[in-house]
């Protein structure tokens, strides 16, 4: 198993920035950001592929955020601008090991980390 641990959650006002992290034991091939509001459905984010040669979004985050990753030192950030409320959410980091199936199921992530709280008023 891969230890995820997240970081850079916080509290900010419509349109600003946060920059999320994860800190990562060891390399998994996809590295991708799931968040869940209350009373929703826990929804993917964003995914990394590999060195960073396929990104992949939500429709809801497009031209907003971005996924990066240093493969080097096991890290994938999540830069988010121009968070609206509708944001607001636990982020989690999540690895997998399995190259086929959609990146935005859950299911088919290994490991999870515990979540960082982003709130956008």
């Known amino acids: 198993h891969v230890q995820l641990v997240e970081s850079g959650g916080g509290s900010v006002q419509a349109g600003g920035s946060l920059r999320l992290s994860c800190a990562a034991s060891?390399?998994?091939?996809?590295m991708g950001w799931f968040r869940r509001a209350p009373g929703k459905e826990r929804e993917g984010v964003a995914a990394?592929?590999?060195?960073?040669?396929?990104?992949y979004y939500a429709d809801s985050v497009k031209g907003r955020f971005t996924i990066s990753r240093d493969s080097a030192k096991n890290t994938v950030s999540l830069q988010m601008n121009s968070l609206k409320p509708a944001d607001t959410a636990m982020y989690y980091c999540?690895?997998?090991?399995?190259?086929?199936?959609?990146?935005?199921?859950?299911?088919?992530?290994?490991?999870w980390g515990q979540g960082t709280q982003v709130t956008v008023s």
């Open positions: 060891g390399y998994s091939i996809y």
């Open positions: 990394i592929y590999a060195g960073g040669s396929s990104t």
């Open positions: 999540a690895a997998r090991r399995r190259t086929f199936g959609s990146w935005y199921i859950a299911s088919t992530y290994d490991d």
